[in-house]
Nanobody, 124 residues
Framework: QVQLHESGGGLVQTGGSLRLSCVFS????????AAWFRQAPGKEREFVAA????????YFGDSVKGRFTIFRDRAKDTVYLQMNNVRPEDSGVYYC?????????????????WGQGTQVTVST
């Protein structure tokens, strides 16, 4: 059984940077890639970024393109979300997910495994 554990959240000022980590444990990361979603209070969970594990292809939500990057360290079974030039609207709980289909519409309900989330707050 795969388990995901996110870390790296916190308080950051507008325009600043933050790096989130998602560690996979329980078994070696194999077929499935990883995705990041976020959820702000009162809003639906939103797709942020995703990466395939073997091919290294990346995908981004429109609101973060050009500002966020995603990459993985296979030796550490870890996926990272590098958040640059953050904005107040980037605030929310960020979740790592796996075992789901890659491609639009990036429906959170299609992903089977989730981490507990890490809070990101962007101050003005």
């Amino acid at each position: 059984q795969v388990q995901l554990h996110e870390s790296g959240g916190g308080l950051v000022q507008t325009g600043g940077s933050l790096r989130l980590s998602c560690v996979f444990s329980g078994r070696t990361f194999s077929t499935y890639g990883a995705a990041w979603f976020r959820q702000a209070p009162g809003k639906e969970r939103e797709f942020v970024a995703a990466i395939t594990w073997t091919g290294g292809s990346t995908y981004f939500g429109d609101s973060v393109k050009g500002r966020f990057t995603i990459f993985r360290d296979r030796a550490k079974d870890t996926v990272y979300l590098q958040m640059n030039n953050v904005r107040p609207e980037d605030s929310g709980v960020y979740y790592c997910a796996s075992e789901g289909p890659f491609g639009s519409p990036w429906d959170p309900s299609d992903f089977n495994i989730w981490g507990q989330g890490t809070q990101v707050t962007v101050s003005t």
